[in-house]
């Protein structure tokens, strides 16, 4: 698939491991050498930060979706190419999720998972049909994807469904699995939820 911009969830702190923030240097690097928009929450500390300021010292373009209540400095940051404003989290996540052709999900924590989740049930609901990609390094999100086996085993989350969420191990993988993707989600299925 052809996309030109990316929305990344990750956490607002770099986590204990250093390798996080240098794949997410790694990533930035990539996102500009290919020309690609990032959308992202705005936050100028952790991994977010790490990536926005890697894009903004390469020439990228890095636009932030923030809502009103965060304060620029300590939070948000000052020198991205645009900041966008919105009342809640929740609409932060909608426009994310509007202007974004992909979504990539970096280490993180309950914020992380919450516009993970709230991204893949949108695709489960056929509201989108775009890749949504869990960066795995040192197999970080190792207990997600055996959580995400026992819903299945279980009878609460259909294959098809579990598998419009996928996993890359490299930094490299995420952009395969992007240029790669197919939407496994059942138009029968769909059918019957959706007039």
């Known amino acids: 698939m052809t996309y030109s ?3 990344l969830f990750c956490g607002s702190s770099r986590g204990e ?3 996080f923030a240098a794949d997410a240097v790694t990533f930035g690097r990539t996102l500009v050498r290919k020309g690609i928009t990032l959308y992202y929450g705005g936050g100028c500390i952790g991994l977010m930060g790490v990536v926005a300021d890697t894009m903004l010292e390469e020439g990228g373009t890095v636009i932030g ?3 009103d209540f965060f304060k620029l400095g300590p939070v948000l940051a000052d020198n991205i190419t645009e900041m966008i404003y919105v009342k809640s989290m929740s ?3 909608q426009l994310l999720e509007k202007r974004a052709d992909a979504f990539v999900i970096f280490p ?3 914020g992380t998972m919450d516009e993970l989740f709230e991204v893949i ?3 489960q609901l056929g509201l989108h049909r775009k890749p949504v990609i869990v960066y795995n390094p040192h197999g970080y999100y190792d207990h997600l994807k055996a959580l995400l086996e026992h819903f299945t085993t279980e009878g609460f989350l259909r294959p098809f469904h579990k598998d419009l969420l996928q996993f890359a191990d490299t930094v490299e993988d995420i952009f395969l ?3 790669h993707y197919e939407n496994t989600n059942s ?3 769909l059918s019957k939820i959706k007039d």
């Open 5 to 7: 911009s990316i929305a």
């Open 17 to 19: 491991n250093p390798d």
């Open 65 to 67: 979706v923030a809502p």
């Open 91 to 93: 609409e932060r996540k």
């Open 108 to 110: 993180g924590g309950f």
């Open 121 to 123: 049930t949108d695709a």
């Open 177 to 179: 699995a992007i240029e």
């Open 187 to 189: 138009e029968s299925w």
